[in-house]
């Protein structure tokens, strides 16, 4: 009996299986429910949290020389020395020697024209005044022939050995020989004159450089009929336009109401737009004495105080007008931002920086002030984009959206 209960007491697996696997159950349940929830809370933080409409702006680069600037004009880069070249003559070009960019010097050659009718008539030139020459010394032989007959024939009438005829005839063939000679120093006048008019019209197939300079372009090609007026069909006036680059000099219009502010000696800084990393010293050169009635402005022409290569003729200007010369350390530009998009915590000062459609709290470090402008002098750079409002509706890792957008 005792063994048989005993065989009757045994645990039923399955059943205890299924016991405890209820009571699992709640808590997956608990976890299937639970995660996909965080999913969707991190998604909605991530999708559908508020967007705070910004004002961004771009951080820049100032001068502080702009703290004292009296007035701001615009104006182009002007070589005050510059000529079209043509040739006096009309004719074919035959040879250019120079393109955009070459350097000339004063009196150098630097295009022909077909020349071989003036260069032909040059040489009978040069021939004739040979001639004349010749001639010259062949009447130099004979008045000296006849001056030495004339004193023979005079001592011999003197002795009574000829008579007065004879020595008249000595006498005039010696008057005679001195005209010849006389005409011959003329022929040789005349015979100059031509070759030396000759060699000038030789020389206006020549085109030359006025002046030391740069060509600046070029008109003409070989080939290309070349006349002094351009009045031609298909003609070139010009051959080539020079400018003398150490006469540049900045030219500015001044408003007539803002003249006072302007006077000749002022210091002044010179912005190109194709250097915009760049501020040139100057100096107002002139205040040119007469006005533009169209647009009631006063041409100013202002002087670059060290010539610059990259300098160059017709450049767009800008010509800050300064109440004093810039002094050494002011020549460098600063990373500069308006003092608003400034946050401070505690002993921090902190900015917006903008990436993409999210903001990243950054701390800078500050420096003087640059005109109503804050320098920084570390944290972010020039090019950066910063949110200047509504600041206090922001912080780290915000989502925002630019007003430019």
């Keep these: 009996m005792a063994n048989e209960e005993l065989s009757r007491l045994k645990i039923d697996k399955q059943t205890l299986s299924a016991q405890g696997g209820w009571r699992k159950r709640p ?19 991530f999708l559908f949290a508020p967007v705070v409409p910004i004002e961004a702006v771009t951080v820049s680069q100032a001068f502080p020389s702009q703290a004292f600037t009296l007035l701001n004009a615009s104006g182009y ?19 250019l020697g120079v393109e955009e960019g070459s350097r000339v010097k004063q009196g150098e050659t ?26 010259r010394d062949q009447a130099k032989v004979e008045a000296n022939d006849a001056l030495r007959n004339q004193g023979r024939l005079k001592e011999l009438l003197a002795q009574g050995v000829v008579s ?24 040789i006048k005349v015979a ?32 290309d009929i070349v006349t002094p007026l351009g009045a031609a069909a298909n003609a070139k006036a010009s051959v080539v336009t020079i400018a003398d680059l150490a006469s540049l000099r900045g030219e500015a219009d001044v408003s007539e109401a803002n003249l006072e502010k302007v006077k000749k000696g002022q210091p002044c800084e010179i912005l190109l737009d194709a250097l915009p990393g760049s501020r040139f010293s100057g100096v ?39 109440e004093r010369p810039v002094q050494g350390d002011e020549q460098r530009p600063r990373t500069v931002i308006s003092p608003a998009a400034i946050t401070r915590d505690s002993a921090k000062s902190f900015v917006y920086l903008v990436k993409g459609d999210r903001v990243v709290k ?22 950066d984009k910063i949110a200047v409002k509504p600041l206090d509706k922001l912080k780290d890792g915000s989502r925002i959206k630019s007003a430019d957008k």
């Design 110 to 135: 630097i295009a022909r024209l077909e020349s071989g009718d003036v260069e032909a008539g040059r040489q009978q030139a040069a021939a004739a005044l040979t001639a004349a020459l010749s001639q």
């Design 77 to 95: 880069v002007v070589a005050q020395r510059k000529a079209a070249l043509a040739a006096k003559a009309t004719g074919r070009l035959d040879w």
């Design 362 to 383: 950054t701390a800078v470090s500050t420096g003087a002030k640059v005109g109503d402008m804050v320098e920084i002098t570390a944290g972010i750079k020039a090019g």
């Design 284 to 322: 107002v050169h002139t205040v040119v004495p007469t006005a533009d009635r169209s647009k009631a402005t006063v041409l100013v022409k202002v002087g670059f105080l060290q010539p610059d290569a990259r300098i160059l003729p017709e450049m767009s200007a800008k010509v800050a007008f300064l």
């Design 164 to 187: 007065q005829a004879d020595y008249d005839g000595a006498e005039a063939r010696y008057q005679k020989g001195k005209a010849a000679l006389a005409a011959a120093a003329a022929n």
């Design 192 to 223: 100059q004159a031509a070759l030396a008019g000759a060699e000038v019209s030789l020389d206006y197939t020549r085109i030359r450089a006025p002046f030391d300079g740069v060509v600046l372009t070029k008109n003409a090609d070989v080939g």
């Design 27 to 45: 808590v997956r349940l608990a976890l299937w429910l639970f995660i996909p929830l965080l999913i969707l809370l991190a998604i909605w933080k």
